[in-house]
C-alpha cells in the first residue's frame, strides 16, 4: 500500500496487430479478422496473436491454434503482422507518453502505467487528460486505445480493459463497489484458469459476490487468493511504477496436450512463447546474456537448461538459436511434453525507466 494516493493512468492499444492491419487496409475493416499465420488454413498451423473483436464474437482469442480458431470462425480472414510497423507505432506512443517526464512503466509493446499526480488534482483533470493523450494517438498513429484511470495499478489495468475499444473509464475510490460488482473474478490479473475453475466450482462467478466480505470471510470463502482480492477490492494494492526492485528476467511458458515427438507442434509452441518473450525484450530496450528453457514431460517431470553468451545480446537470431539448441534434444523424449518455458536474463539495460517489476501489482 502507498502512503500518498496516487493517480494511475493505465493505457492499452485496442486488439494492436489488428488494428495496425486495418488502418492500412481499411477495406477490410468490419470483417472477422485473425492476426496469425496465414497458410493456416492449409497446414492447420500456428497460432492466434489477436483477433478483432468481430473475430473474438465467435470465441476466438490470442494464443488459440489457428484451426480451433477456424473451427469456430471458418469465415474469418487471416493476416501476418507486420512486426516493423508494430515496433514503430509502439516506439511512437511510448515516446510521447515518456515526453510528459511523468513517472512511466511501459509494460508490453502496447500498454504502459503513467503516474499523472504531478499533473492532475483530481479525477475530473485526469479524465480530461488522459483523453488528450487518447487524442493525440489516434490523430499522430491513427490507432485508438483504452485508458483506465485509477489510484491502483491493476484498477487502473482493469479499468483500461473495461469498457474497450477507444473508452476512457475512471474509477474513484468511492467507486470501487460498483465498479467491482458485475466483474468477473476472472479479468483479474493474477487469478489464473486454476484459480478461476475452483471459485466456479463453489458458485463464486463474480466479484460482487465477493466483495462485501472482510478479508477473514474471502480468505474463508476461496483460500490464500482471499488477501489478494481484498487487497485489490479495496484500492490496497501498489501505484508504484519506479525501477525499485527491478525485474531480473523475461519468460513465457505454454501448456498443452500432446503426442510424444510431435516436434511441428512442439516447433509451433516455441515460436510462440519465444516471440512474446523476445517482444518483450526489444520493447523494454534490454540486453540479456541468459536463455533458460523449462520442459515438462508427460508424468510431471520438469527440467530447465540455461546457455549463457559471451555478451549481452537482443539479436533475435542468436537467441533463437541459444533457445533451440537447450530445447532440440528433448523434443524427441519418448514420454511427450506438456509444457515448453522460455525465459531471459543477466539483463543490460539501455534505459532505466523501463525496466519491469517482479511484484508489478
Ligand atoms: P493484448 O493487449 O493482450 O491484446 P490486443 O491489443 O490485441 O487486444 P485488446 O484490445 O484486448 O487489448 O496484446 C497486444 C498485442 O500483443 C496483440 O495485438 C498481439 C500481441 N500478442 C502476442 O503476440 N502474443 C500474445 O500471446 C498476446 C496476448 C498478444
Ligand atoms: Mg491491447
Same mark, same amino acid.
Given at each position: 500500500m502507498d502512503e500518498h494516493p496516487r493517480i494511475i493512468a493505465h493505457i492499452d492499444l485496442d486488439m494492436f496487430y489488428a488494428a495496425i492491419v486495418l488502418r492500412d487496409d481499411p477495406t477490410l475493416r468490419g470483417f472477422p479478422l485473425i492476426i496469425g499465420n496465414p497458410n493456416a488454413r492449409e497446414t492447420k498451423r500456428g497460432v492466434v496473436l489477436t483477433a478483432t473483436y468481430e473475430a473474438r464474437k465467435y470465441g476466438v482469442h490470442s494464443g488459440m491454434s489457428m484451426a480451433e480458431a477456424l473451427k469456430r470462425c471458418p469465415q474469418a480472414i487471416i493476416r501476418r503482422s507486420d512486426y516493423e510497423k508494430n515496433k514503430e507505432a509502439s516506439e511512437t506512443i511510448m515516446n510521447y507518453l515518456k515526453s510528459f517526464n511523468l513517472p512511466i512503466r511501459i509494460a508490453s509493446i502496447d500498454e504502459a502505467y503513467i503516474d499523472i499526480t504531478n499533473r492532475c488534482s483530481d479525477f475530473h483533470e485526469a479524465f480530461v487528460f488522459v483523453k488528450e493523450i487518447q487524442q493525440w494517438i489516434y490523430d499522430k498513429v491513427k490507432l485508438t486505445v483504452s485508458i483506465g484511470v485509477a489510484q491502483t495499478k491493476i484498477i487502473a489495468k482493469i479499468a483500461s480493459d473495461f469498457n474497450k475499444p477507444n473508452a476512457v473509464t475512471v474509477v474513484t475510490p468511492t467507486g470501487y463497489e460498483e465498479f467491482f460488482h458485475g466483474l468477473k473474478i476472472s479479468i483479474i490479473p493474477g487469478i489464473g484458469k486454476v484459480a478461476f475453475k475452483r471459485f466456479e466450482a463453489l458458485g463464486y462467478t463474480t466479484c460482487g459476490q465477493l466483495y462485501q466480505m472482510d478479508r477473514h470471510q474471502l480468505k474463508l470463502a476461496v483460500g490464500s487468493a482471499g488477501d489478494f482480492l481484498y487487497d485489490v477490492f479495496h484500492g490496497n494494492t501498489s501505484s508504484d511504477l519506479s525501477t525499485r526492485g527491478e525485474r531480473k528476467s523475461i519468460s513465457h511458458e505454454t501448456t498443452f496436450h500432446s503426442d510424444a515427438k510431435d516436434i511441428p507442434l512442439y516447433i509451433e509452441k516455441i515460436e510462440y512463447i519465444f516471440s512474446k518473450t523476445y517482444n518483450e525484450l526489444i520493447i523494454k530496450q534490454l540486453y540479456c546474456k541468459t536463455v533458460t528453457v523449462k520442459i515438462r514431460f508427460r508424468g510431471f517431470d520438469t527440467i530447465t537448461r540455461s546457455k549463457t553468451l559471451p555478451n549481452p545480446t537482443n539479436d533475435r537470431e542468436k537467441l533463437y538459436q541459444a533457445m533451440f539448441e537447450l530445447y532440440e534434444e528433448h523434443? #524427441?523424449?519418448?514420454?511427450? #511434453?506438456r509444457l515448453l518455458g522460455v525465459k531471459f536474463s543477466q539483463f543490460a539495460q539501455l534505459s532505466d525507466e523501463i525496466v519491469p517489476l517482479v511484484e508489478f501489482f
Open positions: 523434443l #524427441i523424449d519418448p514420454r511427450g #511434453i
